[in-house]
């Protein structure tokens, strides 16, 4: 889980990331603490900033956000759900 704290703007990026919204997010444990140092992940839901999301890693990160060719995908972190609510 992670807070989306920020957004990333990138005109110069490898071709795999063109399009896709880069996100800044801060990964918390269950009760909303941070738990790691910030990182940047494509967000595949639409998050905004101040929401609570579920994020994937490695190759679920990478299947998450290519349509087309995951062999050549550099993404390593995906936003893949918004949490409406979590209950210790």
């Known amino acids: ?3 989306v704290i920020g957004s990333v ?3 110069q990026k490898d071709p795999s990331l063109i399009g896709r919204k880069l996100m800044i997010v801060q990964p918390i444990d269950s009760d909303g603490k941070p738990v790691r140092s910030e990182e940047v992940a494509a967000d595949t ?3 905004g900033i101040g929401e609570f999301v579920l ?11 290519s349509k087309y060719d995951v062999k050549n995908d550099v993404n390593d972190c995906s936003i893949v759900g ?3 609510s979590f209950d210790k």
């Open 55 to 65: 994020l994937v890693r490695g190759a679920g990160a990478r299947k998450a956000t």
């Open 45 to 47: 839901v639409g998050a």
């Open 9 to 11: 703007v990138s005109t």
């Open 1 to 3: 889980m992670a807070k």
């Open 82 to 84: 918004i949490i409406d």
